[in-house]
């Protein structure tokens, strides 16, 4: 029999806390391959910018930017400048994870919205499927002779037992489907209370803002020292930087319409159905978008093309050499977190596992004091 105390050759506690090293050095490593290609994107996103509008305008009118008042254009190019610094100001490592947290508050609201709709409409659908009081019938039941078959709707395991009367009385029919109707709404209710705390609870571990907080683990560049959560906190950030470029794509667009120079505006909705994907785009220039919207003119259902500016981080890795291989070295840190989390969740299940043999291997206090008397 295996002695309990005897350790295997590599013990999970020991893998775990090595895996927790080498994933603050990487983290470290992380941090400025992330600021560098921040800075790399600083210093492209005005360029990038204004050939996306040079691109978008010859496409659509190329004279239309000419016919302008001289003053409209001038202020149509210092509103651009502005809006582009004040985005290169939040494009810093900082200031993409304080956005990370407020994108997961955002999706917590929307969590509880939603799952207070169900309890709503759960409510109103137990109220509406209660039962209506049934009114007194003014009509008493006939007699009937002794021994005669009584014909019910109810089941008989539902009906309490008969006793025999001169007068007998009509028993009403139990409610019992509606109860246990009713019953089931409740379990659907409590059912959905428990999903969304389960979801609250398991997104606090994994948030990748809460280490923003210097004190965290003494770690000097608040990223996190688990693999799996550095892991979420690279995904978080890309997905960061996207939303502050749909933000700066979407107010180029408002400034193009002030302008006179965009008949139409596309919403934020739409930009963010384009990133994830869902959207069918046709091929045009870096950074702009074509949609083809289907409008039937005349008796031909040809559609038409809808054009605006949407940076995108992939567009801008194409037109940049540099920026491409700050995502190379971004593309290995991933590649390397993968195999340390499959690692950690292998040592997490032998430690586990250890433990629950310990537990099972090691006789317990009562059984102990049985085994004495």
């Given at each position: 029999?295996?002695?309990?105390?005897?350790?295997?050759?590599?013990?999970?506690?020991?893998?775990?806390?090595?895996l927790?090293r080498?994933?603050?050095?990487?983290?470290?490593?992380?941090?400025?391959?992330?600021?560098?290609?921040?800075?790399?994107?600083?210093?492209?996103?005005?360029?990038?910018?204004?050939?996306?509008?040079?691109?978008?305008?010859?496409?659509v009118?190329?004279s239309?930017?000419?016919?302008?008042?001289?003053?409209?254009?001038?202020?149509?190019?210092?509103?651009?400048?502005?809006?582009?610094?004040?985005?290169?100001?939040?494009?810093?490592?900082?200031?993409?994870?304080?956005?990370?947290?407020?994108?997961?508050?955002?999706?917590?609201?929307?969590?509880?919205?939603?799952?207070?709709y169900?309890?709503?409409?759960?409510?109103?659908?137990?109220?509406?499927?209660?039962?209506?009081?049934?009114?007194?019938?003014?009509?008493?039941?006939?007699?009937e002779?002794?021994?005669?078959?009584?014909?019910?709707?109810?089941?008989?395991?539902?009906?309490?037992?008969?006793?025999?009367?001169?007068?007998?009385?009509?028993?009403?029919?139990?409610?019992?489907?509606?109860?246990?109707s009713?019953?089931?709404?409740?379990?659907?209710r409590?059912?959905?209370?428990?999903?969304?705390?389960?979801?609250?609870?398991?997104?606090?571990?994994?948030?990748?803002?809460?280490?923003?907080?210097?004190?965290?683990?003494?770690?000097?560049?608040?990223?996190?020292?688990?693999?799996?959560?550095?892991?979420?906190?690279?995904?978080?950030?890309?997905?960061?930087?996207?939303?502050?470029?749909?933000?700066?794509?979407?107010?180029v667009?408002?400034?193009?319409?002030?302008?006179?120079?965009a008949?139409?505006?596309?919403?934020?909705?739409?930009?963010?159905?384009?990133?994830?994907?869902?959207?069918?785009?046709?091929?045009?220039?870096?950074?702009?978008?074509?949609?083809?919207?289907?409008?039937?003119?005349?008796?031909?259902?040809?559609?038409?093309?809808?054009?605006?500016?949407?940076?995108?981080?992939?567009d801008?890795?194409?037109?940049?050499?540099?920026?491409?291989?700050?995502r190379?070295?971004?593309?290995?840190?991933?590649?390397?977190?993968?195999?340390?989390?499959?690692?950690?969740?292998?040592?997490?299940?032998?430690?586990?596992?250890?433990e629950?043999?310990?537990?099972?291997?090691?006789?317990?206090?009562?059984?102990?004091?049985?085994?004495?008397?």
């Open positions: 029999m295996s002695d309990p105390d005897v350790r295997p050759a590599y013990d999970p506690s020991e893998q775990l806390a090595r927790q080498l994933c603050r050095l990487r983290a470290v490593a992380l941090y400025r391959e992330q600021a560098l290609y921040l800075q790399v994107l600083r210093e492209l996103l005005e360029g990038a910018t204004r050939q996306a509008l040079f691109n978008l305008l010859g496409e009118d190329p239309r930017f000419g016919r302008l008042p001289e003053s409209t254009r001038q202020n149509f190019h210092a509103a651009v400048t502005d809006l582009i610094d004040r985005c290169s100001v939040l494009l810093t490592v900082e200031q993409l994870m304080q956005l990370v947290r407020q994108m997961q508050q955002e999706q917590r609201r929307q969590q509880a919205h939603a799952s207070r169900m309890l709503q409409k759960l409510s109103r659908q137990s109220q509406e499927s209660a039962p209506e009081p049934e009114p007194p019938t003014s009509e008493l039941p006939r007699d002779p002794s021994g005669s078959i009584q014909l019910s709707l109810a089941s008989p395991l539902e009906s309490p037992p008969r006793t025999a009367s001169p007068d007998p009385v009509k028993e009403p029919v139990p409610e019992a489907a509606d109860n246990k009713s019953g089931d709404l409740d379990v659907l409590s059912l959905f209370e428990l999903a969304g705390d389960a979801m609250q609870q398991a997104q606090q571990p994994r948030d990748p803002g809460a280490v923003l907080d210097p004190s965290l683990d003494g770690n000097e560049h608040f990223l996190p020292d688990e693999p799996d959560a550095l892991l979420h906190w690279i995904q978080a950030m890309d997905q960061a930087l996207e939303r502050r470029l749909r933000n700066l794509s979407h107010a667009n408002v400034q193009m319409l002030r302008s006179g120079l008949q139409t505006l596309l919403p934020i909705s739409l930009l963010d159905a384009v990133l994830k994907g869902q959207v069918e785009t046709q091929p045009t220039a870096t950074n702009v978008l074509r949609l083809r919207l289907p409008l039937a003119v005349g008796e031909l259902d040809q559609g038409m093309d809808v054009l605006c500016v949407l940076l995108r981080s992939n801008l890795e194409f037109d940049s050499p540099r920026l491409r291989q700050c190379k070295r971004l593309r290995a840190h991933h590649h390397a977190l993968l195999t340390m989390v499959r690692q950690q969740r292998h040592w997490q299940r032998r430690s586990l596992d250890r629950a043999r310990t537990h099972w291997q090691t006789p317990s206090d009562s059984t102990q004091q049985l085994s004495g008397d």
